[in-house]
């Protein structure tokens, strides 16, 4: 049986029209991939802004372009993610730099940014201190400092990897604010904890898959670090040291928000371990990604 590759391949050849709304149904129509995908490969092969892809469907694809695209979509139809093959993902309309030591942002992280950035609209006169744990390639303390600039005093990336954090470095020096974010290297929130540095806004990502977890997909851990996936204590690890920390490293007496990415099943566990430690001295949430899946915790203040 002829793979798809092939076939979208053949189909290339015989292409009179080499259009990028041509090339984008062919590749819709044969291979695993999605039109932000599509849109990807081709603003990186022609050197477009990735924004500009939609508005130029009748750019004509010289052959040498289309041989290049045809070549990226048959190694991620292989399973290759796209971001490591491009060396960047685009997250919130940003561009972040990633290689195979840091996590791909995903589009459901993107929320995160989404609900600090209410938390800051709310709170529109303070300027506050940012802490993005877990932080990876940076992609969530960077946007938000990118969007909230008149706000945020300090962001602080931390993360454990040396490899993680020199991404992270990269990212900030390519969008010119090295004097606003700070990267620290810590065993999750040891440093902070023992400089008894304390913050506003705490954002976290954290590994949260259990080690014997069944649904994991097969790709996402061929190709992608597993420090950045698994974590122990039925992947509750990281909740729990916030959770038990929270007044170490927050400053709950000013206005105050924390907004963690969760496992879909580990909302029944976190409201445990919530009612057990905080009770009712926090308000907490959980609310639902765009797919309809449990995806983040928010603490914040209680209303008075
Ligand atoms: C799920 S990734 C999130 C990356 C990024 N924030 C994002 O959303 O794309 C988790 C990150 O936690 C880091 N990590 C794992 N164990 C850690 C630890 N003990 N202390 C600090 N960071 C850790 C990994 O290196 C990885 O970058």
Known sequence: ????????????????????????QILLENSKLGKSDINEIISFVIKREYSEIPFIPEYELSTKELNKIFKISKKVAKGKPLAYILGYKIFRSHKFLTNNRTLIP????????????????????????????????????????????NNIEKVVLSDISRFALKVANKNIIENKILDKVEIVRSNFMN????????????????PYIDKNDANIDRDTVKYEPHLALFAKNNGLYFYEEIIKNIEKIIKVDQPFIVVLEIGWQQKNNLELLLNDKLGLKYNWIFNKDHFGNWRNLIITNREK
């Open 106 to 149: 995903r589009i459901e992280t993107e929320q995160l940014v989404d609900y600090v950035n209410g938390f800051i609209i709310d709170n529109p006169e303070k300027k506050f201190d940012v802490l993005d744990l877990c932080t990876g390639s940076g992609c969530v303390g960077i946007s938000l400092y990118l969007e909230n600039s």
């Open 1 to 24: 049986m002829m793979n798809n590759a092939k076939k979208s391949k053949l189909k290339f050849r015989k292409m009179k029209n080499n259009s990028i709304i041509k090339v984008t």
């Open 191 to 206: 440093v902070f904890l023992n400089k008894e540095q304390k913050f506003n806004i705490l954002t976290c990502n954290p």
